[in-house]
């Protein structure tokens, strides 16, 4: 397993995220992952879909660093890195504010710098104005809010999400998912997302990748052709309707 920080020298700079022949095997012999050949670049926003257990999170956590691969190539060329979980794993004592502040006061920025940064997430994700609540006072949604904001402030080039809307009511995420690809489209990251919805997929990416049970590979990409910003209309039309149909077939395939 080789995992390096800086990009190989025949791939390019926007290249932010690159995975070669990647396997992963945990030390009780599960295999989560093998043979995933994936490549993220600036600018691109890539939904992962598959069945449970087929190994999604696992891919993110290698991306992230958290956990190294047991076989292949992962090359991720930035260590500025955002990671979203389904869980907002938002401080309860901590005012919104407080908890945007504190990847920053992690990292050592000095007070003054951390916050104007959160105070500038905060607006992004349209959280100005709760900055002194404590996350039990704010809705799921909102929370999801102060979990973006606080990685923003480390202005990621790769941003990972794990199922970020998936506890959610259906009218918050359509709300979130047009936030986020307003985000994409002002801060210019790489994303990379999963998600059990196809139509989310379909809707927020310019590539899906779907991926087959466990051990998990991928099994089949598809490009999305529509232009951002993205008409949430879009999601009523023949070719939204047909492109999310082949999809959950690839992914119906992949179960079998
Ligand atoms: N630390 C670990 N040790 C052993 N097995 C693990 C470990 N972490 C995950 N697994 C197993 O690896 C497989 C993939 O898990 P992972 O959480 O990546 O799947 P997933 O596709 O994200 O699932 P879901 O969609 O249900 O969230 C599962 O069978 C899981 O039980």
């Known amino acids: 397993m080789t995992l390096t920080t800086d990009p190989p020298?025949?791939?390019?700079?926007?290249?932010?995220?690159?995975?070669?022949?990647?396997?992963?095997?945990?030390?009780?012999?599960?295999?989560?992952?093998?043979?995933?050949?994936?490549?993220?670049?600036?600018?691109?926003?890539?939904?992962?879909?598959?069945?449970?257990?087929?190994?999604?999170?696992?891919?993110?956590?290698?991306?992230?660093?958290?956990?190294?691969?047991?076989?292949?190539?992962?090359?991720?060329?930035?260590?500025?890195?955002?990671?979203?979980?389904?869980?907002?794993t938002l401080l309860p004592w901590r005012t919104v504010q407080a908890n945007v502040e504190l990847l920053a006061e992690l990292n050592g920025i000095p007070k003054k710098t951390r916050v104007a940064e959160a105070a500038k997430a905060i607006e992004l994700v349209g959280l100005a104005g709760f900055e002194k609540h404590l996350p039990k006072t704010l809705s799921g949604g909102m929370r999801m809010r102060a979990s973006l904001a606080r990685s923003l402030t480390l202005d990621p080039e790769l941003f990972l999400f794990d199922e970020p809307f998936g506890a959610l009511d259906e009218i918050t995420r359509e709300r979130l998912n047009d936030e986020l690809i307003k985000l994409f489209t002002e801060q210019q990251f790489a994303g990379l997302f999963i998600t059990h919805s196809v139509s989310e997929a379909v809707y927020l990416s310019t590539r899906v990748v779907v991926m087959s049970g466990r051990p998990g590979k991928i099994v089949e990409t598809f490009d999305v052709p529509f232009a951002y910003p993205r008409d949430p209309e879009i999601r009523f039309t023949p070719e939204f309707a047909e492109l999310a149909g082949e999809v959950s077939h690839a992914l119906r395939l992949g179960h079998s």
């Open 9 to 88: 020298a025949e791939t390019t700079t926007t290249e932010l995220l690159h995975f070669s022949d990647v396997a992963m095997t945990f030390p009780n012999g599960t295999t989560a992952l093998s043979g995933v050949d994936l490549t993220v670049k600036k600018g691109e926003f890539v939904t992962v879909v598959g069945p449970s257990g087929c190994g999604k999170s696992t891919l993110l956590r290698i991306a992230s660093g958290l956990t190294p691969a047991t076989a292949g190539q992962t090359n991720v060329a930035t260590k500025r890195i955002g990671y979203v979980f389904q869980d907002a």
